[in-house]
């Protein structure tokens, strides 16, 4: 008896902590959460906002390649994953709309 409750609660222990171990692997962060690279993209401190489409795409050409291809990579996720989560639909919207995407 006390061999089963030993072997159950490790087992239970590795459960709860293997799922505390996954969730701190991922942050939830995304490129676009980044407030110094997104801010180029909005007119205010809230990130409301979106600039013109010449602003947007002047701020998009000064990014690096890097940063426009982990920005980018996000966006075509949220789109692949459509849900009420997403957090940048209108700055997604945008970069496919003015072909920033492909720049």
């Known amino acids: 008896m006390?061999?089963?409750m030993i072997c159950l609660g490790a087992m239970a222990l590795s459960m709860v902590s293997g799922?505390?171990?996954a969730a701190g692997a991922d942050t939830g962060t995304s490129a676009l959460d980044d407030p110094a690279k997104m801010e180029p993209f909005y007119?205010?401190?809230s990130m409301k906002t979106l600039r013109s489409d010449d602003e947007f795409t002047k701020a998009w050409k000064a990014l690096t390649d890097e940063d426009r291809m982990a920005?980018?990579?996000v966006?075509?996720?949220e789109a692949a994953n459509a849900t009420a989560a997403n957090t940048h639909p209108e700055f997604c919207?945008?970069?496919k709309k003015n072909g920033a995407g492909n720049n």
């Open 2 to 4: 006390n061999y089963k």
């Open 71 to 73: 920005m980018t990579k």
């Open 93 to 95: 919207s945008s970069v």
């Open 19 to 21: 799922v505390s171990l």
């Open 75 to 77: 966006c075509d996720e």
């Open 43 to 45: 007119t205010d401190s």
